[in-house]
């Protein structure tokens, strides 16, 4: 089982990335997607989530109108598109894919400064 994380990188503030997680080895379109964050010093806090199904997203009150999660279940992938980025949105990003199991990427990390 793999949950592979891509996308991040430091970004000014207002600026936009898409953060992609690629699955395998396990039946991606029955599991719910997460993306999860964690600041240093803070504890890991959920960021955005799908169900397996589509639709039904879930936000926090902190990135509602900003982030967007999408799934592509063709392609064993969970994408969040993240606008108008603060530096508050500073940290490593996480996957999650949970069903019966939960499995969680490495991280990549965001990092938005001048």
């Known amino acids: 089982v793999q949950l592979v994380e891509s996308g991040g990188g430091l970004v000014q503030p207002g600026g936009s990335l898409r953060l992609s997680c690629a699955a395998s080895?396990?039946?991606?379109?029955?599991?719910?997607l997460s993306w999860f964050r964690q600041a240093p010093g803070k504890e890991r806090e959920l960021v955005a989530s799908?169900?397996?199904?589509?639709?039904?997203?879930h936000y926090a009150d902190s990135v509602k109108g900003r982030f967007t999660i999408s799934r592509d279940n063709a392609k064993n992938t969970v994408y969040l598109q993240m606008n108008s980025l603060k530096s508050e949105d500073t940290a490593v990003y996480y996957c999650?894919?949970?069903?019966?199991?939960?499995?969680w990427g490495q991280g990549t990390q965001v990092t938005v400064s001048l």
């Open positions: 799908i169900p397996s199904a589509g639709g039904n997203t």
């Open positions: 080895g396990f039946t991606f379109s029955s599991y719910g």
């Open positions: 999650r894919a949970t069903l019966y199991l939960t499995y």
